[in-house]
């Protein structure tokens, strides 16, 4: 009774920016679908990193030497490599009641519904399977706080799934009002995979933009991009192993304004990785090839 009056003021006051929360009301049922698509492949290549202790920097200059000439491998970014494509597909369905609500945080109980998995080759997706879900694995309460950060509170050792994504919903929206055309920066962490023997995750430094309203002010549109660089080791690989992560980070998302959720979203990762092993290692460097293509929708 109180939030339409209030998202209605800050409808009419568009001149001073409009606020972007989320703060579902008590007694509400969100009922979610979500689909998840993860591509991945590998190849041999030849090595467009100096390999660790070899006195070279990521560009190849050495002290007091010259620039080398430019690598032969393709420049970082996302590609698409059929070679040994695998892909993995995900449907989840799911439902959250609102069970309490104060202008820190609002806590919901998540349940899982039924969750269905493909996996195969490029040309073959496979047969989908439906994964059987435990009675205490199926609930966890979450935390939700006005930017969109969630928190699973206590999960059980059965809910990976829903959990898992729940728990890595960083803070999304800005903490002041804004205006149609302004931007805001949020850090995102990647989901971290195991690729071959080593994880592949970041953190991508991540542009917001409120691109318009409609319907009055109810919905409200926003899209966002970022890009993640990192050269480094990983601990999972052998010592003076380097591994050189690239990507890009795109999607839109809708926020109902009188329902106070994300009723949907639509998220676009490339990353790729190369990793080339240490200098006593014959071994060409690998490249990694992973696209999570992410979209949500809550009714």
């Known amino acids: 009774m109180v939030a339409l009056p209030l998202w209605a003021q800050s409808v009419r006051t568009g001149g001073t920016g409009v606020s972007l929360l989320v703060r579902p009301r008590v007694g509400d049922t969100l009922r979610l679908q979500m689909e998840q698509t993860v ?17 070279a920097g990521i560009d190849g200059r050495r002290a007091g030497g010259a620039t080398p000439p430019p690598p032969k491998s393709p420049p970082y970014g996302p590609r698409r490599a059929q070679a040994s494509l695998r892909v993995t597909k995900l449907v989840m369905y799911a439902h959250s009641l609102v069970e309490a609500s104060d202008l820190s945080a609002t806590t919901v109980l998540a349940t899982t519904d039924s969750i269905a998995i493909w996996a195969g080759g490029g040309a073959e997706p496979g047969r989908p399977q439906r994964l059987p879900l435990p009675l205490e694995g199926r609930q966890v309460r979450v935390r939700v706080t006005p930017d969109g950060a969630m928190r699973v509170s206590d999960p059980p050792p059965g809910a990976m799934v829903l959990g898992a994504t729940l728990a890595s919903m960083p803070a999304l929206l800005p903490g002041n009002t804004v205006l149609v055309g302004e931007r805001w920066m949020r850090d995102i962490v990647l989901p971290s995979l195991v690729l071959s023997g080593y994880r592949a995750d970041g953190v991508v430094r991540t542009r917001f933009r409120l691109d318009s309203l409609t319907q009055g002010g109810r919905n409200a549109w926003i899209s966002m991009d970022g890009e993640l660089r990192r050269d480094g080791a990983a601990r999972e690989l052998p010592a003076g192993t380097r591994v050189v992560t690239a990507g890009t980070v795109r999607g839109t998302m809708v926020l109902d304004r009188v329902r106070a959720w994300i009723v949907d979203a639509r998220t676009v990762i490339d990353v790729q990785s190369e990793v080339t092993p240490s200098p006593a290692d014959v071994a060409p460097p690998v490249l990694l090839d992973l696209r999570i293509v992410q979209r949500i929708h809550v009714r």
């Open 39 to 55: 591509e991945m492949s590998g190849r041999r290549t030849e090595s467009s990193v100096p390999p660790v202790g070899s006195g």
